[in-house]
């Protein structure tokens, strides 16, 4: 089965949303995280988008122009949400909405690229 975390793209927008982070449940890489650390995450997101930038798999050197690819929505579900294909999102989950240039977008909807993930550096504290 193909990975994808799109919730919906909504064509009039060039937007396309994602799930970002799911509260409680294994993500990719085998990690599970809280409804109340996405919190602090999304919330640390917002504070420094202006110092984010969209990049094709981590790759270095691989950021994709302003023009082309920009966050434009960020928000935590209140509460569950079915999808078309009925599934639920659970409450608490995290939401990024990106807006693509036309080019890009279709590249997305065609499932050139298929999902989104947060690269996060952290550091621990005492």
Known sequence: MEF????????????????????????YNGDI???????????EFVINLVKK????????????????????????????VKTPNDKTIPAGSWLVAIKFSEALRKDV??????????EWKGRATK
């Open 4 to 27: 994808s975390n799109i919730y919906k793209a909504v064509e009039t927008h060039r937007t396309v949303t994602y799930v970002a982070l799911v509260p409680d449940v294994k993500d």
């Open 109 to 118: 909807i065609a499932g050139k690229y298929v999902g989104i993930s947060i």
């Open 33 to 43: 995280i809280t409804k109340d650390e996405i919190i602090k995450t999304a919330h």
């Open 53 to 80: 930038n969209i990049n094709v798999d981590h790759k270095k050197n691989s950021d994709v122009k302003q023009s082309d690819a920009v966050v434009v929505e960020s928000f935590i579900l209140p509460s569950d």
